[in-house]
């Protein structure tokens, strides 16, 4: 793609242009004054700033000094004080499509916006430059009262629709939570009814515990939730004796802690009672259905 070269500089005192094949070498400074923006080439400036500390310009008469120049481009200086002005008008004036009633009403709204940039940005010096800029800097001191309520009725809607997504966070967490729980009962409760039932197939055991038969028959989930929605679980934990304390049903994962829960049942069982092997299974199935709390 051709890009097309950089228009030439050219000197608002001598009318030396950055073209010239004799100012090839030549450095030129901007005036940075909006509607002003004329170059000056570095020899003229010396002659100008050695007469005064500042001078006004050949073409528009703005007065002019060492800080009011610098070496950057015209389109440079005229796109940064478009930013600067913009940011400035669209601070204040930031009204949105819906406080409109009709579509001409924004547009209208939005030309007269870049009405105010232009003039700021072209017509700074001019009258009527100069009451825009009283004008923006009154209502970005005070703001106006109705910029004020949009700002207020804005956080308010953003705080209630945080607090909903909160809130079906929670409901969500909640959710998850209740199905956890009932997956983790699920499982002990099947657990718990192959120990019962191995115990059974080797004559340690009469029959199995009735509430294990009940949630067999029915389904051990639906066995759970309807404890769930009974309310017989409080805080929804499943305790059991433990060496004289009540302490949380323990979650078996592997075969080896199945092997070292059996010890310990059969440990606690046989010091309450030795001799009786039908008060040994009620002292096994007070152990395994544990206590509700």
């Not at 939570?177 to 099947?190: A, G, K, P």
Request: with cysteine; hydrophobic share 30%; charged share 30%.
């Amino acid at each position: 793609m051709d890009v097309s070269p950089p228009p030439p500089r050219v000197c608002a005192k001598c009318e030396t242009s950055s073209n010239d094949p004799h100012a090839q070498n030549l450095l030129f400074k901007t005036s940075k004054v909006p509607s002003c923006y004329h170059v000056f080439c570095l020899p003229c400036l010396k002659t100008l700033f050695s007469k005064s500390s500042s001078f006004p310009c050949p073409i528009c008469s703005i007065s002019l000094n060492p800080s009011k120049l610098t070496s950057s481009s015209v389109s440079t200086l005229y796109c940064s004080t478009d930013a600067n002005w913009r940011s400035k008008v669209l601070s204040v004036y930031n009204k949105t499509r819906d406080e409109f009633d009709d579509l001409k009403g924004y547009n209208d709204y939005l030309e007269e916006i870049e009405d105010i940039i232009y003039t700021l940005v072209n017509e700074y010096y001019t009258p009527t430059g100069l009451s825009l800029r009283k004008k923006l800097s009154s209502l970005s001191q005070t703001l106006d009262s109705s910029v004020i309520e949009r700002q207020i009725s804005k956080e308010e809607e953003e705080r209630v629709k945080k607090e909903e997504v909160e809130e079906e966070k929670i409901k969500e967490w909640r959710k998850r939570n209740v199905r956890e729980q009932v997956l983790q009962r699920t499982l002990n409760l099947r657990t718990l009814y192959k120990s019962e039932k191995n115990l059974v197939s080797l004559g340690e055991r009469s029959e199995i515990s009735l509430y294990l038969q009940e949630a067999k028959r029915i389904g051990f989930e639906k066995y759970v939730e309807k404890e769930m929605e009974e309310g017989e679980k409080e805080e929804g934990i499943h305790v059991w004796y433990q060496g004289g304390k009540i302490g949380p049903l323990p979650t078996l994962r592997s075969r080896s802690e199945l092997k070292n829960w059996e010890i310990k049942r059969q440990r606690i069982c046989g010091q309450v009672v030795k001799k009786s092997k039908r008060d040994r299974e009620i002292c096994f199935d007070e152990f395994m259905k544990g206590v509700w709390i």
